[in-house]
């Protein structure tokens, strides 16, 4: 069972830094893909960031630049390094992964396991 648990979500000013970081037992496939989600109230969910077990990435043009997506196989976390963030940036997080594949869309109907998600709030 691939079951993501989150953490590191929280309050920051505009401008700060986050690290987000999930655990997921997905790195014992051979193929894999875990990747960020995000949900404002009222808004559609947006693909962030995702990374396959080949260490591709792939990233939302809103955070290009900003945000850093790594697999940490060591330890089998992932982590979302978030900088220069933005009001607009607040929303609940979600970890999502994927297993026996590399295919990592960030949109579109897909089939992922969930996180509960971690809350990132950023004021100006």
């Known amino acids: 069972q691939v079951q993501p648990v989150e953490s590191g979500g929280g309050s920051v000013q505009a401008g700060g830094s986050l690290t987000l970081s999930c655990a997921a037992s997905v790195y014992r496939y051979r193929s894999y893909c875990m990747g960020w989600f995000r949900q404002d109230p009222g808004k559609e969910r947006e693909g962030v960031a995702a990374?396959?077990?080949?260490?591709?990435?792939t990233y939302a043009d809103s955070v290009k630049g900003r945000f850093t997506i790594s697999l940490d196989n060591g330890e089998n976390t992932l982590y979302l390094l978030m900088n220069s963030l933005k009001p607009e940036d607040t929303a609940m997080y979600y970890c999502a992964a994927r297993a026996m594949t590399k295919a990592c869309p960030l949109s579109g109907s897909v089939n992922y396991y969930w996180g509960q998600g971690t809350q990132v709030t950023v004021s100006s």
């Open positions: 990374i396959n077990s080949d260490g591709s990435t």
